[in-house]
């Protein structure tokens, strides 16, 4: 079969809303034609969300470096020996969030951190409460699937009953990090002391069940093969069919400076889109697809919004984990900036909300 019948098969689907195979994200992966890749992202996202590309007035708290995981691909981890190795108590936390509050009005905290080996479980529970007694207006979105199962062991409870807890302390939604890639002998490369894929799934499926909604994510551009990026899409795809709580997919391509993974190089930005696209595509029961500027800077973050993103992410402020590794993009943005990148794309700046919302105050 010829690629361009291939391409009018895949075309014929996306134009019939019919659901994309793996082997039609393979073979997509595989193209080199860009362009049209892009062209049915773009169609396929303007279906689903008109000429809006979404923004959140946010901060990122990373409340500590200190982690007893050693991830090949992180350079934010520190044992806690180092000199910037660090822990933000709760009312450093608090004092964070008042300052910025000041200057930006943001609607969102989102919080993680590595997972410290001394802090007491009460610690995640004080603070969510403090952060909403304090805030109530805002929404947490805190504490990925690995740190949510790193709290289930310290206290000795189910992963149910930390979401339980959390919730009920004022926990809004989780962040989609942590996901990595799902390959086993890839993760076995990279992070053998975090949690599996399936353990991934399994926490954000229960999270959904417990109704916190949360994100999910791929990191890319870590010697994965095509393969283990369609496997990975396929089984956030079909969690997504059975759960139905994911708000968003995010693709975080690798960050190598200061890592520990060999010969390590920048995704190129040919790829970054192209991941973007068939993210697009294929995730159809995805309603939103971000773009993170962190990683591939705003130039190629605004093409993006044309090959199948729709959400610009947020304002960020002061993003440490990507700049760790070599990020030498905004550590944030100011809504006026975010609102003049998004119409120089041809697009409408939408403000949201964690779930989306557009009519709040």
């Not at 080199?32 to 969300?49: F, P, V």
């Not at 020996?81 to 004092?95: F, G, H």
């Amino acid at each position: 079969m010829t690629e361009n019948k291939n391409f009018d098969l895949i075309k014929e689907k996306i134009y019939n809303n019919t659901r994309l195979s793996e082997s039609d994200a393979l073979f997509l992966f595989k193209s080199n034609d860009l362009i049209s890749i892009g062209e049915l992202a773009g169609h396929k996202n303007d279906t689903i969300n008109g000429n809006k590309v979404y923004y959140i007035v946010n901060i990122h708290i990373n409340y500590t470096n200190i982690c007893v995981n050693r991830c090949a691909f992180c350079a934010f981890y520190r044992n806690g020996k180092e000199p910037d190795a660090y822990l933000m108590n709760i009312e450093q936390i608090i004092e964070y969030i008042e300052k910025h509050k000041k200057t930006n009005n943001f609607k969102e905290v989102h919080i993680v951190g590595g997972l410290h080996p001394s802090i007491p479980y009460g610690f995640y529970l004080k603070m969510i409460n403090r952060i909403k007694s304090e805030f109530p207006s805002l929404s947490i979105q805190a504490f990925t699937a690995v740190e949510i199962d790193y709290l289930s062991k310290i206290s000795g409870s189910s992963v149910k009953d930390v979401l339980r807890d959390l919730r009920e302390n004022g926990l809004d939604s989780l962040p989609g990090g942590g996901a990595e890639i799902f390959e086993p002998s890839i993760r076995k490369k990279l992070c053998p002391q975090k949690i599996s894929g399936k353990r991934w799934i399994s926490i954000h499926k229960t999270a959904h069940e417990s109704g916190i909604p949360s994100n999910a994510s791929m990191l890319y551009g870590v010697k994965e093969s095509y393969e283990d990026r369609v496997s990975h899409l396929s089984e956030i795809r079909k969690a997504q069919d059975e759960s139905g709580g994911f708000q968003s997919f995010i693709p975080f391509a690798f960050q190598p400076k200061n890592t520990a993974v060999k010969k390590g190089n920048f995704t190129s930005g040919y790829d970054d889109l192209k991941v973007i696209a068939v993210s697009r595509l294929f995730l159809d029961n995805f309603k939103h697809v971000k773009t993170f500027f962190v990683n591939l800077g705003i130039n190629l973050a605004q093409v993006s919004l044309s090959f199948g993103a729709d959400d610009f992410d947020g304002t960020l402020t002061e993003e440490k984990i990507s700049h760790d590794a070599g990020s030498v993009n905004p550590v944030g943005l100011s809504v006026k900036n975010v609102k003049k990148i998004i119409r120089e794309a041809g697009k409408i700046p939408v403000e949201r909300d964690t779930l989306y919302n557009i009519n709040f105050n």
